[in-house]
């Protein structure tokens, strides 16, 4: 969407509107230089400034929105805080906030709980300059078997929407009713089983 409106600003500007033209034009070679390059979104440590701007988002995000965590079996959580898991989060919604609570960062995870964790999210929003950068240093993924077999192997967590933004479609009530979409999706399931991870199912 980003690459068209700004292509066709550039191409419908009239002749006269060279500074219109120019910025249209130095947006492209912005969105075209970000998409090609990953600035450290998935490097291991995020680059500082990476993760000092996310920080800051993911902070004002726990404190404008009522996010709040809660667990329970605190038992299991105090003797198994740090390890790998797989984290089922449901409801997707249309704009899936309560993941933030399990950014490491966020400051809303038990402080027992040192570890990493990884949410998987679609490789959609990996394929759109600055939106990949920020949910990459944001501790996001592009979920796969294979990725978050790697995530459990050096010992992270894993969380994941198993019903996707496909429960978006399913939304009733102008979104006012939530459905749960995993009739087909027991992969996560599998990959727990597999890897000998707990399965933490999570209601957000």
Known sequence: VIWVLTSITF???PASAVYTRLLALAALAVFFTLSLTELGCFDEPIPRFGYVFTNFIDKLCCNWFPIEVILEGRKHWHDHGVGPRIVAYEPHSLLPL???????ESGLLPKNMAARWYVCGTSAIFRVPILKHLWGWSQTRAVSKGVMADIIKKGATAVVCPGGVAECMHM???GATEVAFLNKRKGFIKLA???DVPLCPSVG
Request: aromatic fraction near 12%.
């Open 11 to 13: 191409l419908v500007a």
């Open 172 to 174: 009733t009530d102008n």
């Open 98 to 104: 309560g993941f933030i609570a399990f950014v490491t």
């Open 193 to 195: 089983l597999e890897h």
